[in-house]
Nanobody, 124 residues
Framework: VQLQASGGGLVQPGGSLRLSCAAS????????MGWFRQAPGKEREFVAT?????????VYADSVKGRFTISRDNVKNTLYLQIEKLNPQDTAVYYC?????????????????WGQGTLVTVSS
């Protein structure tokens, strides 16, 4: 699976963004999809995961609950991350990833396929 993330940029605190991740795979709906992020000098961390298929089940990191929304469009083979109320601590490179595991994993080791990342910078 090839993944291409986009939508990052420079945003003021309190602003919003929508990240997209286009997948090359026509069986996109068969994969659990996730978003992770890596801030400067820090390890990559889990952000959100959405189940395969219709994506009924989602899991969020505590730090983003209520502000981030993960969704998927299986017709367009695209994953989304709607981000609201951005703060400087959200500054990071955001990566989308695909997993063939069952359930809704949150660990990086569960995801075999990764996009190249898109940079989100929150600053006034």
């Amino acid at each position: 699976v090839q993944l291409q993330a986009s939508g990052g940029g420079l945003v003021q605190p309190g602003g919003s963004l929508r990240l997209s991740c286009a997948a090359s795979e026509r069986t996109f709906s068969d994969y659990v999809m996730g978003w992770f992020r890596q801030a400067p000098g820090k390890e990559r961390e889990f952000v959100a995961t959405i189940d395969r298929g219709s994506g009924v089940k989602t899991v969020y990191a505590d730090s983003v609950k209520g502000r981030f929304t993960i969704s998927r469009d299986n017709v367009k083979n695209t994953l989304y991350l709607q981000i609201e109320k951005l703060n400087p601590q959200d500054t990071a490179v955001y990566y989308c990833a695909a997993s063939a595991w069952f359930g809704v994993p949150t660990e990086t080791a569960a995801f075999a396929y990764w996009g190249q990342g898109t940079l989100v910078t929150v600053s006034s």
